[in-house]
């Protein structure tokens, strides 16, 4: 009886390695969209940060020169509030944390902290590395730095609180560029490509890929640059918002259960 009850055991030790061993090497399911609504967005802005509050859209832009927080109006693309930064910088990532909205620079080691009403600059901080896309959940700030590694981060000090590496099986995915939190999942665009990452939070591997192929056609592109970057997301009505750098429009997408290109 007792070895039996070895045998077994051993037999479900060997099926959750198989197991595991598997979804070490499987690739993460691509998914697709379909296009609900289209609202208009400024060739100008280059996105490097985009987040929807309180029915506005919110986008920090990139470019030495040109960088800029916007607040603009989706239905009309206005621009509301607008708090340019200094020359000297590239900006990047922003979010929104209570009264506050901070936004960081891509070589410059500097971010600042704005009062999210006005835009007026609060104060600024420091830190290593380069500054790409940011996010949050209810706790704590995400970021990322153009590898494949997520920091979370205390919002007040923003020093970092732990990490995850993202993979896809047992490929690490690189590149990783603007981010989202969506439902207790990470989004995040991948720099130069056309696929949004679904990324598990705890640790770090890809749910799935949102494959946006075919959203903004080739001719409607200002160079090789404009590409797929920025999302937005509205909790209160589950709407998914994506937008590219100096793309022509935000795109309201309904993710499809696979990988489809009617619709739009």
């Given at each position: 009886m007792f070895r039996q009850l070895a045998a077994a055991a051993r037999s479900l030790l060997l099926v959750a390695w198989l197991a595991q061993a598997v979804g070490a090497w499987a690739a993460a399911p691509v998914l697709g969209y379909k296009v609900v609504a289209k609202y208009p967005h400024s060739t100008q802005n280059y996105t490097e940060g985009f987040f929807y509050l309180n029915g506005s859209f919110y986008e920090g832009t990139g470019l030495e020169g040109h960088s800029a927080?916007?607040?603009?109006?989706?239905?009309?693309?206005?621009?509301?509030?607008?708090?340019?930064?200094?020359?000297?910088?590239?900006?990047?990532?922003?979010?929104?944390?209570?009264?506050?909205?901070?936004?960081?620079?891509?070589?410059?080691?500097?971010?600042?902290?704005y009062d999210r009403f006005s835009l007026r600059k609060l104060r600024e901080f420091t830190y290593t590395g380069e500054g790409w896309g940011m996010t949050r959940n209810a706790t704590q700030l995400i970021t990322s730095d153009g590898t494949a590694t997520l920091r979370f981060r205390d919002p007040e000090t923003f020093r970092k609180v732990r990490q995850i590496v993202v993979h896809d099986g047992a490929r690490e995915i690189g590149q990783l560029n603007e981010l989202e939190w969506v439902k207790g999942e990470i989004y995040a665009n991948v720099w130069h490509s056309d696929r949004i990452a679904r990324i598990s939070p705890k640790d770090g591997h890809v749910i799935a890929w949102i494959d946006c192929a075919g959203l903004l056609p080739e001719d409607e592109k200002v160079n090789a640059e404009s590409v797929l970057n920025g999302i937005a997301y509205d909790a209160e009505h589950d709407r998914l918002f994506v937008t590219g750098k100096q793309w022509p429009a935000v795109f309201e997408i309904r993710v499809l259960p696979e990988a489809k290109r009617n619709g739009h």
């Open positions: 927080v916007l607040v603009t109006q989706p239905e009309t693309g206005k621009v509301v509030q607008r708090q340019e930064i200094a020359p000297n910088y590239f900006g990047e990532g922003i979010v929104d944390w209570g009264p506050n909205l901070l936004e960081w620079t891509w070589q410059s080691h500097t971010g600042f902290v």
